[in-house]
Structures are given as C-alpha cells and as structure tokens.
C-alpha cells in the first residue's frame, strides 16, 4: 500500500460558489438589518386607513374599538373574502385576451362601490361617538389629534 496520500483539495468551482453565497447572504442581512432599524416600510405611517385614522386613533380606547366593532359587524359591507375575490376578478380582467376595458372598469366600479360603503359606515359609527362627547371630552380629544398628526409629519434630515 501506499504510505503516502495526497489530501484532496476542493474543487475552485465550490470555493467561488460558497464565497457567492456567503456574499449573498450577508448583503441579504443588511437589507433585513437596515430595514428594521428604519421602522419597516410603513415607518412614520403607522396603519393606513385613508383620512379617517387621525380621527380614528385619537379615540379613547374603547370608542376606537366600538368604530371598528361596528365595520365588522355590519353584513351589507364587503367582507375580506369579496375584497379577495375582487382582486381575482381584476387580475382575471386584466389577463384577459382580448383585453376589455369595460370589464375592469367593472370591477374598479364595485371596489370603489364597497370603499364608500365602508367609509359611510365608519363615518356614521365616528360621528355618534364624537357626538356623545362632553366639552371637556372633545377637546381632549382634539389634543390627542393634534398630537397624532404631529408625530406623522415628516422629519427633515
């Protein structure tokens, strides 16, 4: 037998393929890293509710809760099922050959429908809790507001 053996070297291609990869990972995790540290993509934003989150945020808890409680439960507003299958409907409206305009004005029509829907009912279940605040009560809430909208102007840098 032979006493002597030469160790194997690995082949250059797996060096080159592990340093791509490491490289590729590390660059992976400074995206993640500074993605977090600068807030995510809704930094300042918080969550988006059109116009209406100001109004809606700087109510007391449970107001805040009841305006939602009431979206939620009211049975004539688009559920998160027909807002998934509206959005089927468009990408089905938009695949389609040949491509019909009116098919996606449809459902642009039916979506802009239900948004008023929901934006009527949030105002209405708004308003009466607004409206049963005292004096004291509504300018508090007018402070907390003010506060809200506030801390979402931009900052300079």
């Not at 809606?56 to 009211?74: H, M």
């Not at 008023?116 to 507001?145: I, K, N, P």
């Amino acid at each position: 037998m032979n006493a002597e053996t030469t160790p194997r070297r690995c082949p250059l291609w797996i060096k080159i393929a592990l340093a791509l990869s490491l490289a590729l990972n590390l660059a992976i995790a400074g995206l993640v890293a500074g993605f977090v540290l600068r807030g995510g993509p809704l930094a300042g934003r918080g969550p988006s509710m059109g116009y209406a989150m100001p109004y809606v945020l700087a109510l007391p808890r449970e107001d805040r809760r009841e305006v939602f409680r009431t979206l939620r439960n009211d049975k004539d507003l688009p559920d998160r099922r027909a807002r998934r299958a509206a959005y089927s409907e468009m990408i089905a409206a938009l695949q389609a050959t040949p491509f019909e305009v009116s098919a996606v004005e449809a459902v642009l029509a039916r979506q802009g429908e239900g948004a008023s829907r929901v934006q009527a009912v949030a105002q209405a279940a708004w308003l009466e809790a607004v409206s049963g605040f005292s004096d004291e009560e509504r300018l508090a809430y007018t402070a907390r507001m003010q506060e809200a909208l506030d801390r979402r102007k931009p900052r300079k840098k």
